[in-house]
Each structure stands twice: as C-alpha cells, then as structure tokens.
C-alpha cells in the first residue's frame, strides 16, 4: 500500500507501524501496578498502626494525668470510675465514650478504677487497658511507663507480668514476652 508523505509530496511504501502496546506489555504494566499497589497497601497498615499506638500513648498519658489532677486532690482515689471519670470531662479526645464506657481506638476499653494491679487500697488508681493489639504492644507500653508508678501486662503476677516494677525499672525484655504471647494484651498502668 502506497502512503503519501505530506512534507515531501512523494509516495512511500511499507507497511504502517503499530500504535499503542502489546499484550506483554500491557501485562508488565499491570504486574508492576500491583506489586506497588500492595507495598503501598502494607505500608499504610504500617503506619496506622504506628499512629494509632501512639496517640493511644498521649490518650492514655493525658487520661493519668487528669486523674491526678481531679481526683488525687485529698490522696485518695476511691471515686475513680469510668462513669465519674466521664462524668469530669477528662477523657481525651484520643477515646470514645458511649454508653459509660470508655474505648481505645483498637476497640476495646479502657477502665478507670480505684486501687493498684489487683485492686487493693485507695491511695493509687488504676486504668486496664483491654486488647492492646500484638504488633503496637511493646511500643505502646515502653510509651505509657513514664505515665506509671507500675505497669502490668497479660497479668497480675509479679516478677512475670510487671514491666515496671515498684523500683521504677522498667524491663523491655518481659515487656516483649507478655505482648508477644498472644494476639492482644490486657495491661494495668498503676498510679497515684
């Protein structure tokens, strides 16, 4: 087939060139979509969740903190509740409250109450963290020790599950056994 090329007047023979892409082309394109589709992806669950421990970290800090000042006035913490804690305005913004209950953003509570990791006496307060997730657990304790007097995780017993013990050391390596040993974490931040 004759083709006439317009900036030389002449007639040129051959065959037309293809336009646009192959099949293996478009396959190569596509495949490198996907693969930057999916780092991307992991990449944005990586940093939510980097984000979420740690504005549960200021949550939780600012929520101590309130504490302190509303109700460790006379040294006694024995009106700490989550009805009363609600009830003063302290729950930051980091939370949810509804229905009395206050909730963290990985979904599950957070209670405020009297007393230290078991529940004895008056002049400290407790808050247990409910469900802290396995992959923000370790960052999000190491966050929350300045916070507390002692800090507990996966349980009440001592020596095991305390990660801040009452000398005030703090001790990153049960840290990583309690929040490495199942999905999520209960954790107690004792202060006061």
């Not at 009106?79 to 305005?89: F, P, Y």
Request: charged fraction near 10%; hydrophobic fraction near 40%.
């Amino acid at each position: 087939m004759a083709v006439k090329n317009e900036k030389f007047g002449k007639s040129v023979k051959g065959k037309f060139r293809q336009a646009g892409m192959t099949l293996t082309e478009s396959l190569l394109v596509l495949g490198i979509g996907a693969a930057v589709a999916v780092l991307a992806y992991g990449g944005y669950k990586m940093a939510t969740g980097m984000v979420s421990a740690s504005s549960q970290v200021r949550g939780i800090t600012q929520l101590a903190a309130g504490i302190q000042r509303v109700f460790g006035v006379a040294g006694n913490y024995a009106d700490v509740s989550a009805a009363n804690v609600i009830n003063s305005r302290i729950v930051p913004s980091d939370f949810k409250v509804g229905g009395g209950v206050i909730t963290h953003a990985w979904g599950n509570s957070v209670v405020p109450q009297p007393g230290n990791q078991v529940g004895a006496g008056t002049t400290q307060f407790r808050i247990t963290i409910n469900g802290v997730p396995q992959n923000v657990c370790v960052d999000f304790l190491s966050g929350i020790s300045s916070a507390a007097t002692t800090l507990w995780a996966g349980g009440t017993t001592a020596g095991t599950h305390d990660v801040k013990d009452s000398t005030g050391t703090y001790y990153p390596a049960r840290a990583a056994t309690q929040c490495g040993s199942s999905a999520t974490t209960n954790v107690i931040l004792v202060a006061g």
